[in-house]
T-cell receptor
Framework: QQQVKQSPQSLIVQKGGISIINCAYENTAFDYFPWYQQFPGKGPALLIAIRPDVSEKKEGRFTISFNKSAKQFSLHIMDSQPGDSATYFCAASRGGGSNYKLTFGKGTLLTVNP | DAMVIQNPRYQVTQFGKPVTLSCSQTLNHNVMYWYQQKSSQAPKLLFHYYDKDFNNEADTPDNFQSRRPNTSFCFLDIRSPGLGDAAMYLC????????????FGDGTRLSIL
């Protein structure tokens, strides 16, 4: 049972455009929602994260929008650049005890054309 | 400047020959994780340590074991690698508190001959 559903599987955007990746979760106990960026041959790197007490978080060109009632969150990349071409994973976790595990979405391969 | 260091970056072993992958961290984080990532897939958690407490995922094959001799180091042992174990193996660390991010190393690419 996949607890975090991510879409689309792949995305092609022109330079300067907006990239939007969506995720939906099922477990209402999740309380931390990070996005990771992964380049080929590299480990995932934390891009931006949000807690459920806010509806939006912005860091530079990257914004997370969070809808608690719909159990959905999304990543928006403004002014997308070819250097943003990578695989993006949404994830979710819940605190409590020692069980700080991430549940990943299946990933989105983003290609930004010059 | 690297904070989670995995060695080697590439490892080739023979079918059935034991192999050990290593991970070290300079972050002094409580939690260390091992993930398996196959091509075009999300990382799959194998197990994690919270300090010295070992936590195995239910679907992690017995073929995979781990050791954490101290805070800084963690090892992944694959006792009898099969062709299906060829993958990228990622180590990650975190402080373990609510909302604490996981920091990943760049992985070890394991090939099985």
């Amino acid at each position: 049972q996949q607890q975090v559903k991510q879409s689309p599987q792949s995305l092609i955007v022109q330079k300067g455009g907006i990239s939007i990746i969506n995720c939906a979760y099922e477990n209402t106990a999740f309380d931390y929602f990070p996005w990771y960026q992964q380049f080929p041959g590299k480990g995932p790197a934390l891009l931006i994260a949000i807690r459920p007490d806010v509806s939006e978080k912005k860091e530079g060109r990257f914004t997370i929008s969070f809808n608690k009632s719909a159990k959905q969150f999304s990543l928006h990349i403004m002014d997308s650049q070819p250097g943003d071409s990578a695989t993006y994973f949404c994830a979710a976790s819940r605190g409590g005890g020692s069980n700080y595990k991430l549940t990943f979405g299946k990933g989105t391969l983003l290609t930004v054309n010059p | 400047d690297a904070m989670v260091i995995q060695n080697p970056r590439y490892q080739v072993t023979q079918f059935g020959k034991p192999v050990t992958l290593s991970c070290s961290q300079t972050l002094n984080h409580n939690v260390m994780y091992w993930y398996q990532q196959k091509s075009s897939q999300a990382p799959k958690l194998l197990f994690h340590y919270y300090d010295k407490d070992f936590n195995n995922e239910a679907d992690t094959p017995d073929n995979f074991q781990s050791r954490r001799p101290n805070t800084s180091f963690c090892f992944l042992d694959i006792r009898s690698p099969g062709l299906g174990d060829a993958a990228m193996y990622l180590c990650a660390t975190s402080l373990g508190g609510v909302g604490q991010p996981q920091h990943f190393g760049d992985g070890t690419r394991l090939s099985i001959l």
